[in-house]
């Protein structure tokens, strides 16, 4: 192209002359076109993507949870003992509702806002929707309507509803005992790991006392002192409660010491130079640059928490989700014991939830980077 050019300027010919017999030499034209576009092709590029006519998955659900509550209706459950299963209809009917609904929200889904809200916001659920459906069907399938699964071991779906409506007082109140007694254990031991973690990571001198005694003391389970506590402390709750604020302390602990120390020394310096005190340096500089650690020990703290509480119930304390476990298993209520599982993965997954709701609050910046 610029030997063109060149060899055009030696003629004497124009630039636009020259620029034409260069263009007509390569064969192309240098400058393409400019496309034009009238408001409506402009709308309709920069327009949202229209949600589709019909919801693929959510029909699919629907005729799913449809199926399911036609065999809970129409076939006969096997009598096991003296009496049928009770719920069974209400069951069937519940499930009828929600393909209804499932229908409704997959072919009528864009007739109203609210409509496409619910819609929206159960689009990712579909496969999970089809998948509980059938789930719900073959363990009815099992128990209710062929009994394949020996009884009292294993119970249908509707023996749930007659659980929750029959006992929901003496479960509500063993959910809220260890509600109770989580949060009292929880928060000593992650207050206790805190403080220890900062003065570790802080202090060289309190760290050559207190190390020693985390790395001995710290990997032992709490479940096993359980016959100790229960010696030294007045009641078996008190006990519990060490224990469990003893499970959460240790990693929050040393997760709170990792991060103090782990912080910049120029984080430090720079403060210093402003003139910043040893209290200053601690609270505003040496603690929020640990959270993210101080967060991760609470998480695992919660989860160790879990365990003890329920193995602490079930060994000691008279109430609660875990004393409702072996209450259930004394009287071979295999029923209950699945509700109370039921409302037990419920209630830590809510607290779970409620933790990382905390954390993204605390930690804007990292906000979605882990998502429960």
Known sequence: MSAILDN????GASPAGALELAEQAEGTA????????????IDQLFAAPRTPALWGAGFVAALAWAAFGALTLRWPNKIVGFSDWAFTDELGVFALVVAALLAVLSVAGRATPPL?????ALTGAGPWLIAIALALAAWEILTAKTGSLPTPFFA??????????????????????TLKLLGIGFGLGAIAGFLVGVSIGWSRAIG??????????????????????????????????FLIALSTAFPVAVLTWSGVAGVNKSYYDVARTL????????????????????FVGLFMGLGA???VLVTAEMMGVK???????????????????????IVMALLFSGVITLLFTVRDRALAWQKGTVKW
Do not use: C, K
């Open 116 to 120: 496409l809200r619910a819609r929206e």
């Open 208 to 241: 050559y006392w207190v190390h020693p005694v985390l790395r001995v003391l710290g990997p032992v389970p709490a479940t096993a002192l359980l016959p100790l506590t229960f010696y030294f402390f007045p009641s078996s709750y008190s006990a519990a409660a």
């Open 275 to 294: 003139g910043a005190s040893d209290a200053f340096l601690v609270l505003r500089v040496a603690i929020p640059a640990a959270l993210p650690n101080v």
């Open 319 to 341: 109430s609660g989700l875990g004393w409702y476990l072996t209450w259930a298993q004394g009287w071979a209520s295999y029923v209950n014991m699945y509700a109370a599982l």
């Open 30 to 41: 240098l400058r393409a076109p400019v496309p034009r576009f009238d408001e409506t092709q």
């Open 156 to 177: 249908p779906p509707q023996a749930l509803i007659e659980v929750y409506t029959d006992d929901w007082q003496r479960l509500g109140d063993s959910a809220v005992n």
């Open 305 to 307: 928490s879990f365990s």
């Open 8 to 11: 055009a300027a030696l003629r």
